[in-house]
């Protein structure tokens, strides 16, 4: 494995194509010249913008909670320094940036004098996913990482990483890195190089880690540049109003690809090895009542898992009811097969042990009024398991299964799986338009 130096540019303007092209060539001639007689070369796979604004780690620092490098992990230094946080200002400590908490961040920094905001932590964005991605996938990475504080235009760092080697003695298969820091304002104007970056008749992905915003220009310049544009609905902070935004992104026929979507897969397995036997599958017409338990923090999940059982089982949502309380309790109804109406319920579980995904899945049963029918089914997770699930009672007999997750639900190891077979989810976007529906009686 050979890494180049970093080279860096420096520059109180915003950066040009030329400069950045420039240091990449400069980069090549070096590697070529310390190593003649291996060579290196440039990666033919595809081009990827990663959006990667880690506010919070940010956000911590300038607050005094937070001395560690502003990476975009959530590790162990990160985790307390968030419990610190929550606990100074009155919120439940759970080690996770909710959307209360990252409000109350946000609310504290404002309240600073701009000229008393330092930051001291390393910044090295940009760099944390070669080791997932690279090695599968070497090609062209353009990170784009915002910056608090006052606009000083837009600095790069360029850098090549070669951890593939074609045959003993081959020349090594090299990933660019183009990693971009700025404010929101600076990045927003050099969009259009951005785009330009992505190199000719290779695959585009953008991958935008956080919320969607089609009405942001940075955004919609990568959106409209990217074949591919990846999200993860595990970090939106409203998730059933930017699910109506993804609705609307996929009937302007952008490829959408959701990362949380692929860690309903076990659950979505499980249900459908229920029904595989063909007595069961008769009775699965009769069900007509669906639990679904998540997390509390997000709803992203249990809407899409919902999504995708109505879609399959044909069910067209005519009413939406939110009675609230302590687990925030949802009611959705449907009619389904020959008008018969069923009940969806979506509750968000207060959970002491949190897990790495913020709205995880933690149980599912689905029912019927009719007693005769062979259809009750219960999963539930194998880390939460299914008390209140069984706790609910029913007269009839229910299948259960216990429902391992991903091996890992990391988004670098869903994007690296990502990269290698893009193109249009037709199972997705058949769910998520049966979300929207969903989502839209609230109007």
Same mark, same amino acid.
């Given at each position: 494995m050979t890494t180049t130096p970093l080279v860096a540019l420096q520059r109180p303007k915003d950066i040009s194509l030329d400069e950045i092209e420039a240091e990449l060539s400069a980069i090549w001639h070096s590697q070529s010249a310390d190593a003649p007689h291996q060579g290196a070369t440039r990666a033919s796979t595809f081009s990827m913008v990663v959006y990667e604004p880690e506010e919070f780690q940010q956000l911590l620092a300038a607050l005094g909670f937070y001395e560690g490098p502003i990476d975009g992990i959530h590790g162990p230094m990160t985790k307390a320094a968030v419990q610190d946080a929550q606990k100074s200002y009155g919120l439940s400590i759970t080690g996770r940036v909710d959307p209360l908490t990252l409000a109350k961040l946000r609310e504290e920094f404002a309240k600073k004098p701009s000229d008393r905001i330092k930051f001291s932590n390393p910044n090295v964005r940009g760099f944390s996913i070669s080791d997932a991605i690279a090695v599968q996938n070497p090609g062209r990475i353009i990170t784009l990482c915002p910056m608090l504080g006052a606009d000083?235009?837009?600095?790069?760092?360029?850098?090549?990483?070669? #951890?593939?080697?074609?045959?003993?003695?081959?020349?090594?298969?090299?990933? *660019?890195? @183009?990693?971009?820091?700025?404010?929101?304002?600076?990045?927003?104007?050099v969009g259009d190089l951005v785009a330009s970056l992505m190199i000719h008749d290779l695959p585009k992905f953008v991958w935008w880690k956080a919320t969607p915003n089609p009405d942001q220009a940075l955004f919609k310049v990568l959106a409209e540049s990217c074949n591919c544009l990846i999200l993860d609905s595990c970090y939106f902070s409203d998730p059933e109003s930017e699910f109506l935004k993804?609705?609307?992104?996929?009937?302007?026929? &952008?490829? @959408?690809?959701?990362?949380?979507?692929?860690?309903?897969? #076990?659950?979505?397995?499980?249900?459908?090895?229920?029904?595989?036997? #063909?007595?069961?599958?008769?009775?699965?017409?009769?069900?007509?009542?669906?639990?679904? /338990?998540? *997390?509390?923090?997000?709803?992203?999940?249990?809407?899409?898992?919902?999504?995708?059982?109505?879609?399959?089982?044909?069910?067209? #949502?005519?009413?939406?009811? *939110?009675?609230?309380? /302590?687990?925030?309790?949802?009611?959705?109804?449907?009619?389904?097969?020959?008008?018969?109406? @069923?009940?969806?319920?979506?509750?968000?579980?207060?959970?002491? /042990?949190?897990?790495? @995904?913020?709205?995880?899945?933690?149980?599912?049963?689905?029912?019927?009024?009719?007693?005769?029918?062979? =259809? =009750?089914?219960?999963? =539930?997770?194998?880390?939460?398991?299914?008390?209140?699930?069984?706790?609910?009672?029913?007269?009839?007999? =229910?299948? &259960?299964?216990?429902?391992?997750?991903?091996?890992d639900q990391k988004a670098e190891f869903l994007l690296s799986q990502q990269l290698q077979r893009w193109g249009h989810d037709v199972l997705y976007e058949e769910s998520l338009a049966v979300v929207a529906k969903i989502l839209q009686l609230h109007g």
């Open positions: 000083q235009g837009v600095t790069a760092q360029v850098s090549a990483y070669c #951890p593939v080697q074609q045959g003993s003695g081959g020349s090594l298969i090299c990933c *660019e890195y @183009i990693t971009l820091r700025g404010t929101k304002a600076a990045l927003e104007r993804i609705q609307e992104l996929i009937g302007e026929d &952008t490829y @959408i690809a959701d990362l949380n979507w692929h860690r309903l897969q #076990p659950w979505q397995e499980l249900m459908a090895a229920a029904f595989d036997p #063909p007595e069961r599958r008769a009775s699965l017409i009769e069900a007509d009542q669906l639990s679904i /338990d998540y *997390e509390k923090g997000n709803t992203a999940q249990a809407f899409l898992y919902l999504g995708w059982i109505a879609s399959r089982l044909d069910w067209q #949502p005519i009413a939406l009811k *939110e009675t609230g309380g /302590d687990y925030d309790l949802k009611y959705i109804t449907f009619k389904g097969a020959n008008q018969r109406e @069923i009940t969806a319920e979506l509750a968000a579980i207060p959970t002491a /042990d949190w897990g790495e @995904i913020l709205g995880d899945l933690v149980g599912i049963r689905i029912t019927s009024t009719n007693l005769q029918a062979n =259809c =009750c089914t219960i999963l =539930c997770s194998e880390t939460t398991g299914c008390m209140r699930m069984e706790a609910g009672g029913s007269a009839q007999a =229910c299948q &259960t299964e216990v429902v391992s997750s991903l091996s």
